[in-house]
């Protein structure tokens, strides 16, 4: 197998190290949830990050989708934005925050502030 990439070559290249964690790393899946295809991923391994809606016009998750696929089978949510407490009762695992680009010590300072209270 050979890879030419911009910057180097590979060529008999072939990584062999196996991950610690058994059985395996958890696979988790991203995409539009709306899609059957990316649905049924999401009900086949282990996570979802996905989102709700195209790129170009993302809709919100809401706790109620949360409870669909928790009901449909899924393992770990993760979320964005809304109301933590209410995706926690939902049945989310993860929330996350948008934090756009700006200096360290901004981003630092938002950090410290911690998660949210439920």
């Given at each position: 197998?050979?890879?030419?990439?911009?910057?180097?070559?590979?060529?008999?290249?072939?990584?062999?190290?196996?991950?610690?964690?058994?059985?395996?790393?958890?696979?988790?899946v991203?995409?539009?949830?709306?899609?059957?295809?990316?649905?049924?991923?999401?009900?086949?391994?282990?996570?979802?990050?996905?989102?709700?809606?195209?790129?170009?016009?993302?809709?919100?998750?809401?706790?109620q989708?949360?409870?669909?696929?928790?009901?449909?089978?899924?393992?770990?949510?993760?979320?964005?934005?809304?109301?933590?407490?209410?995706?926690?009762?939902?049945?989310?695992?993860?929330?996350?925050?948008?934090?756009?680009?700006?200096?360290?010590?901004?981003?630092?300072?938002?950090?410290?502030?911690?998660?949210?209270?439920?």
């Open positions: 197998m050979t890879f030419e990439g911009k910057h180097y070559s590979l060529t008999d290249v072939q990584l062999t190290a196996r991950p610690m964690q058994a059985p395996r790393i958890p696979i988790w991203g995409g539009n949830f709306l899609v059957p295809a990316v649905r049924r991923r999401i009900l086949r391994w282990d996570g979802s990050c996905a989102y709700k809606g195209s790129t170009a016009a993302p809709r919100p998750i809401t706790p989708d949360v409870l669909e696929l928790r009901q449909d089978g899924a393992v770990d949510i993760k979320v964005s934005g809304g109301d933590p407490a209410a995706f926690a009762e939902a049945g989310a695992a993860w929330w996350g925050r948008w934090i756009a680009p700006m200096s360290f010590a901004e981003t630092l300072a938002i950090v410290r502030t911690g998660p949210p209270a439920l």
